[in-house]
Every structure is written in structure tokens, then in C-alpha cells.
């Protein structure tokens, strides 16, 4: 079963605009991190957030964390027609002695020139 | 350059056959993952390694086999007894011991029913 459900599932924007992707968990975590994956390909590691943690930055992008809600939102700004993919969140659990993640479902972005 | 390999890109089996597919990574990871993709899904997780000469069943286990000989290799096997193989395979390694540490991710496998 998936930990995360992401939404919105599609998201079509024109470039220079925002895009903000949603992620909802379960259970308690020990990280939530952001995956991207361009057609055909493998998933690339965007930004991890620990749930000691409410907001992180990397360049164009921001994530929060909000654990009461058990929910986590990724936000890129000015997008470009090369952030077109999708996006993934994924959550470790606390009890998870694998080093393990679950993944939501994902979020297609297209981002139109 | 340090990566995860996977071959090949594309994979057709026949009906009753075995096939397996290649994950090779030289970035020294302990920890070692097989997932499936179905079309416009998530990743579900078949199995895992932790160590050599040892792997977990993940989610999806039934019609897949494993083995984990060396360190750098983690070979799946897609069983005749997995009736519904068409998908996207994805190999991923990390860092054991450490729980922040992203996991490293190939470029796929697609595997098609002949």
C-alpha cells in the first residue's frame, strides 16, 4: 500500500509561473524527501526534509512539512520547460530498519513555453 | 563517474520464460532496491538488500527472485510465475545505517510480454 497520495495528479503551467505539489502521509516519518523523474527514466533526489524540520530551500525550489497534518508540499518557482516531469514524494518511517521509502503516486508537471 | 547501471534498457519475454534483469552500482552502497512502476504510478518496492548474501521480500515479492553474491550486483529475476510482468523496473542503492541519506536510482528497465 502507498504511504503518500500526491495531488494535484496533473498540473499543466505556463513557464514562469509556480508549481505546488502536495504530498499526504500516513504514519509517523523519519524523512520526507522529493523525487523527479523524466519520461523514461530513472527518479533523480531533489531535497529531503527530516521531520524535525518545517521548510528547506535548494535553489528554485522549497518544501515545508507540516507533521500535524502529515502532509508535506513542494513549490518551484519561475518554472521552466525543463522542470516538465514527474514528481514524487517519499516517506521513511521511524520503525524502518531498511532505510526504506514509500512513494506516492507522483504529480505530472508541464510546464508550456 | 559513480552510478547505478542497469541492462538492459528493454526486455521482451515469452510466455513460461524466465528473465532477469542487470543492476550493477560502484558507489560502495550497502543497501540495494528493486521496485516495479506500472504506467502513471508510483514505485512499489519487490525487493531489498542490506547486505551481501542477504535480501527482504518487499511489497510485491510473489513471481520475483533475488540474489545478492557481491556487493555491486543485485540481480532480479522475473519469475514465469509473475503473470503480469509488463512494467518499468527500478534499481536504486543508498547507505545503510544512516537515515538521511537519498537513494541512488538507475535508469529503468522496461520489460514487455512477447
Known amino acids: 500500500s502507498q504511504q503518500g497520495e500526491e495531488d494535484p495528479q496533473a498540473l499543466s503551467i505556463q513557464e514562469g509561473e509556480n508549481a505546488t505539489m502536495n504530498c499526504s502521509y500516513k504514519?509517523?516519518?523519519?524523512?520526507l524527501q522529493w523525487y523527479r523523474q523524466n519520461s523514461g527514466r530513472g527518479l533523480v533526489h531533489l531535497i529531503l526534509i527530516r521531520s524535525n524540520e518545517r521548510e528547506k530551500h535548494s535553489g528554485r525550489l522549497r518544501v515545508t512539512l507540516d507533521t500535524s497534518k502529515k502532509s508535506s508540499s513542494l513549490l518551484i518557482t519561475a518554472s521552466r520547460a525543463a522542470d516538465t516531469a514527474s514528481y514524487f514524494c517519499?516517506?521513511?518511517?521511524?520503525?524502518?530498519?531498511?532505510?526504506?521509502?514509500?512513494f506516492g503516486g507522483g504529480t505530472r508537471l508541464m510546464v508550456k513555453p | 563517474d559513480g552510478g547505478i547501471t542497469q541492462s538492459p534498457k528493454y526486455l521482451f519475454r515469452k510466455e513460461g520464460q524466465n528473465v532477469t534483469l542487470s543492476c550493477e552500482q560502484n558507489l560502495n552502497h550497502d543497501a540495494m532496491y528493486w521496485y516495479r512502476q506500472d504506467p502513471g504510478q508510483g514505485l512499489r518496492l519487490i525487493y531489498y538488500s542490506q547486505i551481501v548474501n542477504d535480501f527482504q521480500k518487499g511489497d510485491i515479492a510473489e513471481g520475483y527472485s533475488v540474489s545478492r553474491e557481491k556487493k555491486e550486483s543485485f540481480p532480479l529475476t522475473v519469475t514465469s510465475a509473475q503473470k503480469n510482468p509488463t512494467a518499468f523496473y527500478l534499481c536504486?542503492?543508498?547507505?545503510?545505517?544512516?537515515?538521511?541519506?537519498?537513494?541512488?536510482f538507475g535508469d529503468g528497465t522496461r520489460l514487455s510480454i512477447l
Open positions: 504514519t509517523s516519518i523519519n524523512n
Open positions: 517519499a516517506t521513511r518511517m521511524n520503525n524502518n530498519a531498511g532505510n526504506m521509502l514509500t
Open positions: 536504486a542503492s543508498t547507505t545503510t545505517g544512516f537515515s538521511n541519506q537519498p537513494q541512488h
